[in-house]
Each structure stands twice: as C-alpha cells, then as structure tokens.
C-alpha cells in the first residue's frame, strides 16, 4: 500500500474513534472483571410526560388540570394491579400491560432526581453523572461503575453504546464503544488496514488505548459476524415484530443493533440506547400517543427477541424528568419534576407499582405545580448495581448518596 492509498483509507477509519473525548480514554481496570448480567439502559430524550403514561383513574386533581386527551382516562386506561391511587397505563403501553401481568415489568413513579432542576442540560449531566448536585465530576456512574468492576479480563464490548456518541454516562470508561450498525462495525477501506493501524497503535498515550480498545472491539465483532457467500456480513433476521413506523423506526433500529450484538456473544455488559422527541410543549395529544407506542412495542420486541438472554437480561427506562401537572395553553405540557421509571427483566419483581405515590393535591405538589419526587432515582439503579452486578462500590459510583431500604424492585 502506498502513502496515498494508506491516508485514503485512514480517512474512513477515523469515525471508529474520532469524538470521543479526552477524558473517556484513560482507565485503570479494577476488579476481578463483570459478571454475566446485561443491563440496557434506555433514556427517554426531552423529559417523558409520566402523568400521561401512568395516571391516576377518577383522580378528581388530575382530570381538573389536564383535558382528557393529555390523561389517561377511563375506558380507555389500563388498570394495574398492586398499583396505588388507582394509577392505569395509557391505552399506547398495552404491551407493557402484558408484561407487566405477567411479571416482568415493574414501575416506579414519582421518580427522579432530587434537586428539581427543570433544565434539560442539566438534569441529563447530573443524572448520567449519578450526582445530587453540579460537581467537578467528569465521568459518569456507569464508567465509575465499570471501572471498578472490570479487571484485565474485562472484554472490548463489555460497555456498548447503540447509537452514534457516547452517552455522559459511560464518560470515562475507555474501552466503551460505539456501535450504530452492527453490519457496519469495521475498518473501512483496504483491508490491509487494520493490521497497519494495529502496529502504528502499539504506544500507552491515552490516544494509542483508545485506538486499540476501537480495533480489539472491531476484530472481535468482525470475528463473530455470520458472513454470506461473498465475505460480507449477513443481514440481521428476527421473527420478533419490531415496529417499523416512522416515529418508532429509529429506536427499532437501535435495540436491533442491540439485540444482534448480544447474540454475538461478545461480553455485552452494559448497553445504552437513547429515544428522543418527548418534549411535548405543544401538540402532545398527536405526538405523545405514538412516543409511547413505539416504545412498548419495539421494547416488548426487543425483549421477546431475546427470549434466551431473559434469566439475565434486564432493561431500565428513564428520563431526565417529567412534566408539570397542568397543561399549558398550546396543548402540551411543560418541563415537570417527578416521573416514572421502568424496569424490565426476569429478574425484577414485576407486577408492582412501586415508591411512596405523593398525590395531586395542589399542597402534595412540589413547588404547587409538579408532581413531587418521593424515590431517588438512584435508589432504583443502585438495587440493580447492588442485587444483580454485586457491586461493593456503591459510594463511588454516587457520591453523596444515601440509600434507604431497598424498593424490592429487584428480586433477591
């Protein structure tokens, strides 16, 4: 290979690696290495409307602040068993009704972070850095949690991301990748490539690791992938019934990506998928219905693609926060405070609506216009760190926090 033909190639090698910031790339494994456990964490961009996905039926408060399209509204709710206040799901979650009959899907509402910011920014840093307030922090509780748990045995693809960027949360954890197409993970260009750049990276600067840790995850992807008759990678085939409609097709993709990297077998430990578009300001009857339909269905898909995974697969979703009670003049409703969290997994003691639920009541309310937060949102991650990852770092990986007893949302 000449020089021209080596910068060429260089040229589409780059995104393996380029944007990941500085200080991502340095860590020092610490324990013995992860345990067989996947957790998939899925953040619901822009401050999900809680009070219109699970609200309280015949709740006098709820139906005199919202019209009955922004509420969950009798017959069309979902009842829930083991659930207080007469809460019920929005029609859109049916699925979720399923799994949530059947177990598997447990809720917690009046959920979030504590401090009661209504700024996107900063509730997503705060709560992907694990923190009760701004910190001169840099990582985020998933890598402090990595980095304590991994050790040298710790695998290329054990912190996976299914989207384009790193999520705060993983920032500081150097070996997490990136992996928006499974079928696309690979060295672009000659294919003499990857061996050059594996003998130009042999250094120990920060930028050497990186491009290291970016090949090792390539090699062992590329290693794994069914190939068809001409070399290349095969196509992803499921039975499961992923939605395909415009406004569920990006997170289709993603937990697609997902479900085939984790078939893969290549010590996916954590993985984290982003679904954005819930800032409802206006237009929440029409745009917030297909939100929550995408999300149940391509979920319970997901989760049913992975029948085989299920005994240690468990699955999170949360938002930066919720929505206040009261609509606003433009048919939506503006940035809130409590919400609700959802965990998914055989694991999880589903089933049950968990958390002390505040009521709507204009003097339960925080600051008389949200609906209170009554359950740290990290008292539901850290039973899952603690139950399921075992970890013993738990004041490492949020600082400044405190638990009370445990939810029981995990099983034991």
């Known amino acids: 290979m000449d020089r021209r033909d080596?910068?060429?190639?260089?040229?589409?090698?780059t995104a393996l690696w380029a944007g990941r910031p500085l200080s991502s790339l340095a860590f020092a494994p610490g324990g013995a290495g992860f345990n067989q456990e996947i957790?998939?964490?899925?953040?619901?961009?822009?401050?999900?409307?809680?009070?219109?996905?699970?609200?309280?039926?015949?709740?006098?408060?709820?139906?005199?602040?919202?019209?009955?399209?922004?509420r969950v509204t009798d017959p069309t709710g979902l009842v829930l068993k083991n659930a207080p206040a007469g809460l019920a799901l929005h029609a859109k979650a049916a699925p979720f009704k399923e799994l949530y009959d059947a177990g598997r899907l447990a809720l917690v509402h009046a959920c979030g972070l504590t401090n009661g910011t209504r700024s996107h920014f900063e509730a997503i840093d705060l709560m992907e850095k694990g923190l009760p307030k701004a910190q001169n922090l840099r990582t985020g509780w998933l890598a402090r949690y990595l980095a304590a748990a991994g050790g040298?045995?710790?695998?290329?693809?054990?912190?996976v991301a299914s989207s384009g960027e790193l999520?705060?949360?993983?920032?500081?954890?150097g070996p997490a990748v990136s992996v928006p197409s499974v079928g696309e993970f690979s060295v672009q260009g000659d294919p003499r490539l990857a061996g050059l750049l594996r003998s130009l990276y042999q250094g120990?600067?920060?930028?050497?690791?990186?491009?290291?840790?970016?090949?090792?995850a390539v090699r062992t992807v590329q290693g794994k992938l069914p190939k068809n008759t001409n070399g290349e990678a095969s196509e992803y085939r499921t039975n499961a019934p992923y939605p395909t409609e415009w406004y569920a097709n990006d997170l289709s993709q993603a937990l697609k990506n997902l479900a085939q990297l984790i078939k893969l077998d290549v010590g996916l430990h954590v993985a984290t998928v982003d679904f954005g578009g819930w800032d409802t300001h206006e237009g929440q009857a029409y745009r917030f219905p297909q939100l929550l339909e995408a999300l149940a269905r391509a979920v319970t898909a997901f989760y049913n693609d992975l029948a085989a995974y299920h005994p240690r697969l468990t699955v999170g979703i949360m938002s930066e926060f919720g929505r206040r009670l009261r609509a606003n003049q433009s048919n939506g409703t503006d940035h809130g405070h409590g919400n609700v969290m959802w965990l998914l997994g055989q694991n999880v003691a589903g089933g049950r609506v968990y958390g002390p639920w505040p009521g709507l009541a204009?003097?339960?309310?925080?600051?008389?216009?949200?609906?209170?937060v009554s359950t740290d949102y990290?008292?539901?991650?850290?039973?899952?760190l603690v139950k399921l990852f075992k970890t013993n770092s738990l004041p490492q990986i949020f600082p400044e926090f405190a638990p009370r007893p445990w939810?029981?949302?995990v099983k034991n």
């Open 6 to 13: 080596f910068l060429r190639s260089c040229s589409a090698a």
């Open 167 to 173: 999520p705060r949360s993983l920032l500081g954890y």
């Open 362 to 372: 204009t003097d339960q309310l925080d600051n008389r216009v949200d609906l209170a």
């Open 378 to 384: 990290r008292t539901v991650l850290g039973e899952v």
């Open 407 to 409: 939810l029981g949302v």
């Open 39 to 70: 957790f998939v964490l899925i953040s619901l961009r822009g401050g999900m409307d809680g009070l219109h996905a699970l609200g309280p039926l015949g709740n006098a408060d709820y139906a005199a602040a919202r019209p009955a399209e922004l």
């Open 152 to 159: 040298p045995a710790a695998p290329p693809l054990g912190a």
């Open 204 to 216: 120990s600067t920060p930028m050497h690791l990186a491009a290291q840790t970016a090949l090792a």
